[in-house]
C-alpha cells in the first residue's frame, strides 16, 4: 500500500500513501493510512500543510492500480481545516500534526497523529506512540492510541498532557479491554 496513489471519489489524484497505522477505535476499526499532499490538492483544499493527512479504511471504496476513497478531497478538507480547542487556545488541526506528545512529567509519549470525529466534534486524537513505550508497554509498534481532547493541556512547540505515562497506560489498557 506504501507508495500507492489515492484518488478521490471524483477521480482526482489526491496524493500517495507514505505511512501505515493500526486504528484503536471502535468506530473505524482497521487502519489509519498517511497520505502526502500533491501539490495542487494541498493547495487548494489543505491550507498548503506539508504533513501527512489521515484517512481512515473506511474511506476507501476500492484498492485496485490505485486507492480510490468514497470522500471528495473537499469532504476530507473539512476535517483538516478545524481547529483544536485545548485548554489554553485554539490551534488548527494541522498544526497538531506530526507534533512531538509529552506527559505532565515531560517524559516523551508518541507524536500526534489523527482524529476521529462524530457529528461535527472530535471525540478522540491519535497518539502514534514511540517505540520504546511499546516495548516497555509490549504493545504494537505501528499502532495509533486515543487521547480524549480533554488531556491535552498546553501546546507550544510540543502538546503537553494534563497525565502521567503510567496514566496513560492504564487509561489504554482499559480503552483497549472495553473494545
Same mark, same amino acid.
Given at each position: 500500500m506504501i &507508495?500507492? @496513489? =489515492? #484518488?478521490? $471519489? %471524483?477521480?482526482v489524484t489526491i496524493g500517495v500513501v507514505d505511512k501505515i497505522?493500526?486504528?484503536? !477505535?471502535e468506530e473505524y476499526p482497521g487502519w489509519f493510512f498517511g497520505v502526502r499532499l500533491n501539490e495542487e490538492v494541498r493547495n487548494a483544499w489543505f491550507r498548503g500543510t506539508t504533513k501527512l493527512i489521515p484517512i481512515y479504511n473506511d474511506y476507501i471504496q476500492d484498492i485496485a492500480e490505485h486507492i480510490m476513497l468514497n470522500k471528495t478531497a473537499?469532504? @476530507?478538507? +473539512?476535517?483538516? %481545516?478545524?481547529? =483544536?480547542?485545548?485548554?489554553d487556545a485554539a490551534h488548527p488541526i494541522d498544526h497538531l500534526m506530526d507534533m512531538p506528545v509529552y506527559d505532565r512529567n515531560n517524559s516523551r509519549v &508518541? #507524536? $500526534?497523529? &489523527?482524529? =476521529?470525529e462524530s457529528d461535527g466534534i472530535y471525540k478522540h486524537y491519535g497518539c502514534f506512540v514511540d517505540p520504546y513505550l511499546c516495548?516497555?508497554?509490549? *504493545?504494537?509498534? !505501528?499502532i495509533v492510541m486515543p487521547l480524549q481532547p480533554s488531556m491535552i493541556h498546553q501546546v507550544f512547540d510540543t *502538546?503537553? @498532557? %494534563? +497525565?502521567?505515562?503510567?496514566? @496513560? +497506560?492504564?487509561?489504554?489498557?482499559q480503552y483497549s479491554e472495553k473494545h
Open positions: &507508495g500507492k @496513489l =489515492v #484518488t478521490d $471519489f %471524483n477521480g497505522w493500526k486504528s484503536w !477505535n473537499e469532504q @476530507l478538507s +473539512r476535517y483538516l %481545516n478545524k481547529t =483544536v480547542s485545548c485548554s &508518541g #507524536t $500526534f497523529y &489523527g482524529w =476521529v516495548d516497555i508497554w509490549d *504493545i504494537p509498534h !505501528n *502538546i503537553t @498532557l %494534563n +497525565r502521567t505515562l503510567k496514566e @496513560l +497506560r492504564e487509561y489504554w489498557q
